[in-house]
């Protein structure tokens, strides 16, 4: 039972290139969600899914795509990476809304 | 919308003395859920207790316990007997049990950084 598995653990991207951000769960979650942290601002909400097919934006959706195809995959898209996506990105799942969201270690992604 | 509040950026504690780290929020549900993250240096988030809006009794864990005040909108985390494994970066987060299915997010504050002093 691995948990949440999230790859790359680190990234450095120039700026324009685009890349997939990886994120497996193997506890049968419905929810999966990606988060972005930022220093003095928390985690952030970029996209949450509460089933396969089903996606939605969060609070900082601009300039990424998810899909989710199965229950187990969430994959976050860049399209065009910039500057200001230098962040460390998490993801995450839960069994429900009253249950704790598990995260993966997370990524630290650079834009150069 | 809800909303998270972590007034104390930093905070720092003598090994085996006391400290409590605030969290305000603010929701509109009367159902939802509250936790405390810790992320040590690893950057791993690790649940470290979980309170239940509807429960009175304030949650415990080991040496980890919380003050709920609903009406106040208070969900303070108190770490007695300090140990040097819990030097982190601990957050709060608020979760809205909504009938509208999807919603189901997380909300985090800024977060509050623990040093332990030797």
């Known amino acids: 039972n691995a948990g949440v598995t999230q790859t790359p653990k680190f990234q450095v991207l120039k700026t324009g290139q685009s890349m997939t951000l990886q994120c497996a769960q193997d506890?049968?979650?419905?929810?999966m969600s990606w988060y972005r942290q930022d220093p003095g601002m928390g985690l952030r909400l970029i996209h949450y899914s509460v089933g396969a097919g089903i996606t939605d934006q969060g609070e900082v959706p601009n300039g990424y795509n998810v899909s989710r195809s199965t229950t187990e995959d969430f994959p976050l898209r860049l399209l065009s990476a910039a500057p200001s996506q230098t962040s460390v990105y998490f993801c995450a799942s839960s069994h429900g809304t009253a249950f704790e969201a598990f995260f993966g270690q997370g990524t630290r992604l650079t834009v150069v | 919308a809800q909303t998270v509040t972590q007034s104390q950026p930093e905070m720092s504690v003598q090994e085996a003395e006391t400290v409590t780290l605030s969290c305000t929020y603010d929701?509109?549900?009367?159902?939802?859920?509250l936790f405390w993250y810790k992320q040590p240096p690893s950057r791993q988030m690790i649940l470290v207790i979980r309170q239940e809006a509807y429960k009175q009794q304030n949650a415990t864990e080991n040496r980890f316990s919380v003050n709920f005040q609903k009406a106040a909108k208070s969900f303070s985390l108190k770490i007695s007997d300090s140990q040097l494994g819990d030097a982190a970066m601990y957050f709060c987060?608020?979760?809205?049990?909504?009938?509208?299915?999807?919603?189901?997010?997380?909300?985090f504050g800024t977060g509050t950084r623990l040093t332990i002093i030797p």
């Open positions: 506890m049968n979650h419905e929810y």
């Open positions: 987060a608020s979760r809205e049990l909504q009938s509208n299915f999807g919603n189901e997010k997380l909300t």
């Open positions: 929701t509109s549900e009367s159902d939802y859920y």
